[in-house]
Each structure stands twice: as C-alpha cells, then as structure tokens.
T-cell receptor
C-alpha cells in the first residue's frame, strides 16, 4: 500500500536546466510534506517542506508546489547543478506532532554536464 | 555541525542471531527514531522514542524488535532473532521537537546483512 508514490525511479537533466521531481499521495490525512536528498552511503538530508495550508514554498534554487485537490506535489530545482545528483525522497506526515514520516521510493536525479 | 552517529556501519550476521545497532543522537535532541530501507525500497518508519518510552511504532516493529536508551547518550535498536528479510539499511534519527520533518536529522545508516 503505497501512500506516497514517486513514479519516476530516475530522471536525467542537463546542467543549468530545470529539474522537476513529482510525488503523489493517497492519504488525505497527510498535512505536511517534505523532500529529502540522499547521497550514497549517507542518511537522508532535509531539503524543503510545505504545509498543506500553502501551495508553494521556495528556498533558493528549490521550490515545492502542492496541489491538494490532485494530491500531488513537485520539487523544482533551477538551475540544476552537478552536485544535485542524488536520490530525492518525497515524505509526508499525518498531523502536527505525528512521529513517523511516510516516504516514497525515491527518484534518482542525474545531472548531465 | 552536530550529527547523528551510528555504529556499526556494516554488520553481517547469521539468521537467528541477535543484533544491536547503536546510535548517538544529537546531544540536545529529545526525540529519537529508527527507520529502515530495504535495498531498492522506500525508507520505512519503525519506531519513535521519547522520555524513555516508545512514542509510536509501525507494523514492522514487532516483538523481535526493541529499543533502549541505556545511558542517556546511546540509543539502540535490538533485533532478537534476525531473519533474512531484516537485511536493510537502518537509519537512526533525532529531533529537538516532535514530528515536523525538517527538524529530523538522520545518521548515515547501519547496513545489516543477514545470511
């Protein structure tokens, strides 16, 4: 039962272009969404988050968009840089103060020079 | 920058053996977590721990698993009798406050291989 789905296992983008990573969720009780970045042999690192009361959150090159009616969120990275090559996980939380995050399977982003 | 540290980085164990994975959370954090990632699968929540007791646990965290904070600095995950399907990367995490993912800091993981 995949409550958080990342349907693209991998994505290849040219350096300097925009990377768009997508995530869908099925549980309408989720109200907080996060993106984590993971390099090989390292733990996930928090990147950016968004509360369900917002539809956009921006932090430097990273922007997360949330479409609650479609139960869809996306992460935009612009411009993409070689150091952005990593696995990106979408995660969701059920309610403020809830402990466990529900993760998607991840999308491997490859930035081509 | 403070970080969550985990030992061992890699452990190979025989099926049926007990395994203890160790973690040192960030010193002023109050909430502690274990997650795991089976190869090729998603990261899965196992358990959260606060004030010396389990706060929340998932369906995966059955009677074979236990957690402990024995000495005020270490946070351990014990698997009593390992099974082949326990082979995974186990991530410890900690946070100063409850939930709100951007405050959760992950360790580098302990890779467990059960043979």
């Amino acid at each position: 039962d995949q409550q958080v789905k990342q349907n693209s296992p991998s994505l290849s983008v040219q350096e300097g272009r925009i990377s768009i990573l997508n995530c869908d969720y099925t549980n309408s009780m989720f109200d907080y969404f996060l993106w984590y970045k993971k390099y090989p042999a390292e733990g996930p690192t928090f990147l950016i988050s968004i509360s369900s009361i917002k539809d956009k959150n921006e932090d430097g090159r990273f922007t997360v968009f949330l479409n609650k009616s479609a139960k869809h969120l996306s992460l935009h990275i612009v411009p993409s840089q070689p150091g952005d090559s990593a696995v990106y996980f979408c995660a969701a939380s059920g309610s403020a103060g809830a402990d466990g995050l529900t993760f998607g399977k991840g999308t491997h982003l490859i930035i081509q020079p | 920058e403070p970080e969550v540290t985990q030992t061992p980085s890699h452990q190979v164990t025989q099926m049926g053996q007990e395994v203890i994975l160790r973690c040192v959370p960030i010193s002023n954090h109050l909430y502690f977590y274990w997650y795991r990632q089976i190869l090729g699968q998603k990261v899965e929540f196992l358990v959260s721990f606060y004030n010396n007791e389990i706060s929340e646990k998932s369906e995966i965290f059955d009677d074979q698993f236990s957690v402990e904070r024995p000495d005020g600095s270490n946070f351990t995950l014990k698997i009593r009798s390992t099974k082949l399907e326990d082979s995974a990367m186990y991530f410890c995490a900690s946070s100063p406050i409850r939930g709100t993912g951007n405050t959760i800091y992950f360790g580098e993981g302990s890779w467990l291989t059960v043979v």
